[in-house]
Nanobody
Framework: QVQLVESGGGLAQAGGSLRLSCAASGLSFSSYSLGWFRQAPGKERELVASISWTSSTYYADSVKGRFTISRDNAKNTVYLQMNSLKPEDTAVYYC????????????WGQGTQVTVSS
């Protein structure tokens, strides 16, 4: 079955960096678009960044210039490099995948907590 497993979350100070990884299995990874979402307490889940199967990228305005999404099809892994972290980046971060022909994300990871202290 399809699995998406996130890692790399943790505690960082404001201005610091973290790198999230999401390892996928059970799917044809190179044919999938991948996204990183986050959900903070009391807030709706939001799309932070995405990378298509052609490697085109999208970033939410709140993270543009600070976060970088990338993928390694040989390792079936998608990354989110987070720099210049802010306390408002604190959230549970989820990896998600969708087939290139679909608009909705089909598969989700279990999430990883990112906490940024001021």
């Amino acid at each position: 079955q399809v699995q998406l497993v996130e890692s790399g979350g943790g505690l960082a100070q404001a201005g610091g960096s973290l790198r999230l990884s999401c390892a996928a299995s059970g799917l044809s990874f190179s044919s999938y678009s991948l996204g990183w979402f986050r959900q903070a307490p009391g807030k709706e889940r939001e799309l932070v960044a995405s990378i298509s199967w052609t490697s085109s990228t999208y970033y939410a305005d709140s993270v543009k210039g600070r976060f970088t999404i990338s993928r390694d099809n040989a390792k079936n892994t998608v990354y989110l490099q987070m720099n210049s972290l802010k306390p408002e980046d604190t959230a549970v971060y989820y990896c998600a995948g969708r087939r290139k022909s679909r608009l909705q994300y089909d598969y989700w990871g279990q999430g990883t907590q990112v906490t940024v202290s001021s």
